[in-house]
């Protein structure tokens, strides 16, 4: 069931997307605003609208952390802004100032993606705020684009009804005509998938656009195979154009929005309608799930936002849930949780071993591959190297809910201990820059050649990190 249980009607005009951190939603609309609120509550945040943009303001997104917040505008800008205090910190001019439609953070937040009415495609380089790499698509505006979630290629789809693969590096891999009258949404699961064809894992892709029509399709990114995109089904019940869709974080569910002014909720799985939702007045502009929370927001050009309780079904034995991890902290797992975490990632065969040896949340984040070699006694290398990459993707899950990004290396993506300054401006651990360096002269950030190999100690940023660990400890 999915029950309304809140109505924010702030803005003055057509809701245009809406977008959750774990804490705060943003909205932005036609209106040049963009409004912060409070998931606790749903009370605007202090600082919220946030003003700036001259013209309408089309799409909003967070970095991984929440702490930057991104909107994107008619103005032919993208601005970022602090979602501590609201203060902004930068406004990127997209190339030849086109109107910009969408943006999205890349996963580690290293770029943000920025499509514009022209076509353009430009990585702005977060950090340094500076333009990145930069592309074009073939023909229409730039609607839609989503990033894997390990960030190895990102998707774009244009009012022509392509979608087209790029990698990170901005080459396209891929284009396949998609919706005949354009494509106006898209996600990707955070959830791969595995086909039992040939045992590959696939991330899942959905589309929506101006026919009527949702599209799942899987995406096989592989330096030996290059890149697959395979249809899969095509999603019905909706008797307009969709403008927006989107993957609950788990993978199990999708949500639309259309021009029929209705939202429907489907089981990813089966296809299956799970709910319809016909509150709003006019056309859905936009839908998004809450990462950790059974939330759901909607928005639309009747000018408001409505927030959406969802009563989830109870997962299956041997499932885990993001809902279940986000409650209790993954050193606090128990052993029946370890267990469940093992049977979502393909795992299960190794359940009775981790119970016989007593592994808990704690034990897990500390395997190794001695460990897993000498006492776990796995004696498949290959095994054992796809236990330690599913406990290395389970550990940058809670250091990117939980450390502020500025805090993380750049290249383990690990909280620095000894952070040093390279000559490209950029901050690293220094023992991960010292080998980054003793292979290579090119900054990890640019890609650029280094002047100079000199690191000199950020003692500034040592001390910010004491201080935060300080108040973890309390």
């Known amino acids: 069931m999915a029950t309304l249980i809140h109505t924010l009607s702030d803005h003055s005009d057509d809701v245009n997307y809406c977008a959750f951190s774990s804490s705060c939603l943003?909205?932005?609309?036609?209106?040049?605003?963009?409004?912060?609120?409070?998931?606790?509550?749903?009370?605007?945040?202090?600082?919220?609208?946030?003003?700036?943009?001259?013209?309408?303001?089309h799409c909003c997104c967070f970095s991984p952390s929440g702490l930057v917040l991104a909107s994107c505008s008619t103005d032919g800008t993208s601005a970022l802004w602090d979602t501590r205090d609201g203060r902004r910190l930068a406004v990127l001019q997209?190339?030849?100032?086109?109107?910009?439609?969408?943006?999205?953070?890349?996963?580690?937040?290293?770029?943000?993606?920025?499509?514009?009415?022209?076509?353009?495609?430009?990585?702005?380089?977060?950090?340094?705020?500076?333009?990145?790499?930069?592309?074009k698509v073939k023909g229409g505006?730039?609607?839609?684009?989503?990033?894997?979630?390990?960030?190895?290629?990102?998707?774009?789809?244009?009012?022509s009804g392509d979608l087209t693969i790029w990698d990170d590096k901005m080459r396209c891999l891929y284009n396949e005509k998609a919706h005949d009258l354009g494509v106006t949404c898209c996600d990707i699961s955070s959830h791969p998938v595995s086909d039992s064809e040939n045992g590959f894992k696939y991330f899942q892709m959905a589309s929506c656009g101006q026919d009527n029509h949702i599209k799942l399709w899987l995406i096989l990114f592989a330096d030996f195979l290059g890149v697959q995109l395979k249809y899969k089904c095509t999603l019905n019940g909706h008797s307009a154009p969709v403008l927006a869709c989107a993957f609950s974080c788990d993978g199990q569910m999708i949500v639309s929005g259309s021009v029929d002014k209705c939202v429907i909720i489907y089981e990813t799985s089966t296809?299956?309608?799970?709910?319809?939702?016909?509150?709003?007045?006019?056309?859905?502009?936009?839908?998004?799930?809450a990462p950790r929370s059974p939330l759901l927001a909607t928005g639309s050009m009747d000018k408001t936002v409505h927030?959406?309780?969802?009563?989830?079904?109870?997962?299956?034995a041997g499932q885990c849930t993001v809902e279940n991890e986000s409650k209790v902290a993954i050193e606090d797992w128990s052993e029946d949780d370890v267990s469940a975490w093992l049977c979502a990632q393909d795992l299960a065969d190794f359940v009775g071993?981790?119970?016989?040896?007593n592994i808990d949340g704690k034990e897990l984040l500390n395997l190794t591959k001695e460990s897993l070699a000498n006492e776990l006694k796995i004696e498949s290398l290959g095994l054992r190297?796809?236990?330690?990459?599913?406990?290395?993707?389970?550990?940058?899950?809670?250091t990117s809910v939980s450390v502020p990004d500025e805090f993380l290396c750049p290249i383990t993506r690990e909280l620095m201990k000894d952070p040093v300054i390279a000559t490209d401006g950029y901050s690293y651990e220094r023992e991960a820059m010292e080998n980054w360096i003793s292979n290579r002269r090119s900054s990890p950030m640019t890609n650029l050649p280094l002047q100079s190999l000199m690191l000199t100690p950020n003692r500034t940023l040592k001390m910010a990190i004491s201080r935060w660990l300080e108040t973890q400890q309390k």
């Open 307 to 316: 927030i959406w309780q969802l009563d989830l079904k109870q997962p299956c």
């Open 26 to 57: 943003a909205t932005c609309s036609l209106d040049k605003t963009i409004r912060v609120y409070s998931l606790s509550n749903f009370a605007e945040l202090p600082y919220s609208p946030l003003e700036g943009h001259a013209y309408a303001v």
């Open 94 to 135: 997209q190339p030849g100032a086109s109107p910009v439609r969408v943006c999205r953070f890349s996963p580690r937040a290293a770029h943000l993606l920025a499509g514009a009415a022209d076509g353009s495609v430009v990585l702005w380089n977060v950090q340094a705020r500076k333009l990145y790499r930069s592309g």
């Open 385 to 398: 190297s796809k236990v330690l990459q599913k406990i290395k993707e389970l550990r940058m899950t809670m």
């Open 141 to 159: 505006s730039l609607m839609a684009c989503a990033f894997s979630p390990n960030g190895d290629f990102f998707v774009t789809g244009s009012s």
């Open 353 to 357: 071993l981790f119970k016989m040896n």
């Open 271 to 289: 296809g299956n309608t799970l709910h319809t939702l016909s509150q709003h007045t006019r056309y859905v502009t936009t839908c998004a799930f």
